[in-house]
């Protein structure tokens, strides 16, 4: 990951350092050199970017790639493919493969077979217990010596609070945010959607927000007792919004994050007992997600990302009660964003690159996320007029398990490099040397 | 093209009423003749008077019957529902009667074949055919379902009867009220404008129609309600209570009841009580509906020269998928 690549007369946003305006991005040695007008091209591969938006790769924060273990969903190479087609430089993967990152072998497995297979950069996240079993610290000493950049035993919640004061506290040693997946299962109680109208009337089992709320309260109490960096994945419910408002009004080190998904459907969009729109957490009333998107506007809601959970076709076919939660989310959440947030005007252009790469790459110490000189050389082009629509069967995440099958989409990623390399190319004119 | 019917949540006021019309039909002795179509029944959750009454109905129709023995088939050996029902779709079903603890598995089904699929109960979700039966014992005691009131008594919140019930009532103009403890009703209406209280008197006052519910045991083991002592004390539909409903009101219940739990001896064997009457609707019920799913190929209407109704109906059912 060491190109030279000339990227002329662009959009560049950069959040990073507050850019927004035409310019050329020049990349030597897999870095980025210059940001300016007329940089030269000498002998280097040149991309025409009029037009095109210029912005710092994406960069998502909460992906399963499903390697080692469960490589019929998904694997490092497939995943990652889907990551730079949908504009991502660099993804953290979740410990909750088979078997779990909760030694360093296994991380070191995974970072191993990122360098030989993936697409993109790719960074593991450790389990916070021996097999995310929620009773005993996982060696994350050594886990963090093998280059993981967070905990979490994402899936489930710690659910000993004790365990999780633990480690809070042993964690912040080594700098490590701790990410939680926030809910009960005494109240979530085998529910498949969340609890409100729609689970009334289709005869589900109902989660209600109080499984999330609860836990995001406890949790938040923990971080301001320890100290420690606490980080909420999958923010869901308008009530775990308003404990992180005032968590973070109140100085706690919390962040949190949301998803396409959680931002663009409710619960009501499960229809006839789809299986494609069934995660964890469900997806919400109308009001949540009204909270969920003033809370991204606001900054309550720092990052994006997709938690993108592929699961087989077969697995999918199944009652709704039976199929696994999760849907992917790689290919299309920067399209989702533009189309269902930025056309509308509920969120700026700038605001989208920040709160999918800039604070993303901050919040876990990734490369990218900035094109100022020296960063990695770690860029997405975006067409902010190419109209698509999502298809299930050109995706190409190794599932299919999309919740916007058919969706009609503005805006999407034309060109993936990183490292200068380009690693995704769906220009109409191929990159030329001149 | 088959229709399915999986909901009454997705039939029309006339088409309900045309189902009625058809099953009243049967009840007066005009049995329609199937012509040796497949009826599968797949029953994933034992229930003998369902599967019973819908063979019998298939039976007296002159429809072939397939009986799938669950405990005892493929699907032991972890065969998935689509696999299965493809498969006897494959073995030339017509319809498909499918009993199963899943809510949505019908819709499952239905998306995955091309005979007809008749929901026979699924999960928590609806009970359409039980539904049907309710408001046609309703209709046959008052003469009609519009402007009456109708209680729901019971653990609503699980109930796949009280979901079709308060779907039926309302659509032909019944006023829906679902009663039982907090922790036994849903957090939300699950049929738009019904009324929900957990007030037993409230529920009762002025009562047309009384549908006690099933209190399934293990509802004390997972600590919705304390004791089912405590429950019948609480909301047993007994004569006593009755007191505040019309004095010719008529109870229902679904069965299989447990007497002395839900409900007293007196008020299930007594003059209100409807539940025998219910079990016979119920085989003319699924006649009309086996009719009515095959309705688009060739079936005779007993000696008639012509159908009573066009096969496309007015409303066919939303097929999903």
């Known amino acids: ?434 | 093209m088959a229709r399915h019917l999986l909901t009454l949540r997705d039939l029309a006021a006339e088409e309900i009423t045309s189902l009625l019309d058809e099953a009243q039909a049967v009840a007066d002795g005009d049995i329609p003749a199937l012509n040796g179509a497949v009826v599968a029944t797949l029953f994933y959750e034992p229930s003998t008077r369902t599967e019973m009454s819908f063979e019998q109905a298939a039976r007296r129709a002159g429809a072939e019957v397939l009986h799938c023995d669950v405990e005892h088939s493929s699907v032991r050996k972890g065969e998935s529902l689509v696999d299965t029902v493809r498969t006897f779709a494959a073995l030339g079903t017509d319809v498909l009667v499918l009993r199963h603890p899943a809510s949505g598995a019908p819709a499952l089904a239905a998306r995955h074949v091309r005979c007809a699929v008749v929901n026979a109960g699924d999960g928590m979700h609806e009970h359409p055919t039980q539904g049907l039966l309710d408001l046609l014992t309703v209709r046959q005691v008052k003469g009609r379902i519009a402007g009456l009131r109708v209680a729901i008594i019971g653990d609503v919140v699980h109930s796949r009867v009280a979901r079709s019930a308060a779907w039926g009532f309302s659509r032909l103009g019944a006023s829906v009220v679902l009663a039982g403890p907090a922790t036994l009703l849903p957090v939300a209406a699950p049929v738009p404008g019904v009324e929900m209280t957990v007030s037993l008197e409230t529920a009762l006052s002025g009562a047309d129609v009384v549908l006690a519910l099933r209190l399934q045991r293990e509802r004390q083991a997972a600590g919705d309600i304390p004791t089912s002592t405590e429950y019948t004390r609480l909301y047993g539909v007994s004569d006593p209570v009755l007191r505040r409903a019309k004095p010719d009101v008529v109870v229902l219940h679904p069965g299989p009841a447990n007497v002395g739990v839900e409900i007293t001896a007196e008020v299930a064997y007594g003059p209100r009580s409807a539940i025998i009457r219910q079990v016979e609707n119920g085989v003319y019920v699924r006649m009309a509906v086996l009719r009515w799913a095959l309705a688009p190929r060739t079936v005779r209407h007993g000696d008639a020269a012509t159908p009573r109704r066009s096969p496309q109906g007015q409303h066919a059912a939303p097929v999903v998928g």
């Open chain 1, 1 to 434: 990951m060491a190109a030279d690549l000339l990227i002329r007369c662009g959009r560049v946003v950069d959040p990073s350092q507050a850019i927004d305006s035409v310019a050329d991005v020049l990349i030597i040695d897999g870095r980025i050199a210059a940001v300016g007008r007329d940089l030269p091209a000498a002998d280097r591969p040149v991309v025409d970017a009029a037009g095109l938006i210029v912005a710092p790769g994406l960069v998502d924060m909460h992906v399963h790639l499903r390697d080692p273990g469960e490589t019929h969903k998904e694997d490092l190479a497939s995943g990652t493919a889907a990551a730079v087609r949908g504009g991502f430089t660099a993804v953290a993967c979740m410990p909750n493969t088979v078997p779990p990152i909760d030694h360093p072998t296994v991380a070191e497995y995974v970072r191993g077979r990122a360098a030989a297979a993936a697409h993109c950069r790719v960074s593991p996240i450790g389990a916070i217990t021996k097999g995310r079993q929620g009773r005993e610290l996982a060696p994350i000493g050594t886990l963090a010596g093998a280059g993981v950049v967070a905990l979490s035993d994402d899936g489930v919640a710690v659910l000993d609070a004790g365990v999780l004061r633990r480690a809070l506290s042993y964690a912040s040693m080594f700098d490590l945010p701790v990410i939680e997946h926030c809910e009960d299962p005494a109240l979530a109680a085998g529910g498949v959607v969340h609890e409100g109208e729609y689970s009334s009337t289709r005869g589900l089992r109902g989660i209600p927000s109080s499984a999330e709320t609860t836990i995001v309260a406890r949790d938040l109490l923990l971080a301001e007792e320890t100290g420690a960096r606490l980080h909420i994945a999958h923010v869901s419910t308008a009530g775990a919004v308003r404990l992180i408002r005032d968590a973070r009004a109140r100085g706690i080190r919390v962040t949190a994050e949301v998803t396409p998904h959680h931002l663009v459907l409710r619960d009501a969009d499960v229809g006839e007992f789809d299986t494609d729109r069934k995660m964890n957490p469900p997806l919400r009333g109308a009001d949540d997600r009204a909270a969920l998107r003033e809370a991204l506007a606001d900054g309550t809601l720092d990052v994006v990302a997709t938690d993108h959970a592929p699961h087989a076709a077969e697995e999918k076919m199944m009652e709704f009660d039976h199929a696994p939660f999760g849907v992917v989310g790689l290919e299309t959440a920067l399209g989702i964003l533009l189309t269902h947030l930025v056309e509308p005007g509920a969120l700026s252009l700038m605001e989208v690159i920040r709160r999918m790469s800039t604070t993303p790459a901050a919040i876990l110490g990734l490369p990218g996320g900035s094109l100022a000189p020296g960063s990695p050389g770690d860029v997405v082009l975006i067409d902010p007029e190419r109209r698509w629509t999502v298809r299930r069967a050109e995706l190409v995440s190794r599932s299919k398990n999309t919740p916007f099958d058919g969706w009609t989409l503005q805006g999407r990623a034309v060109l993936t490099a990183v490292g200068g390399e380009v690693r995704h190319n769906d220009l109409a004119v191929e990159t030329r040397v001149p």
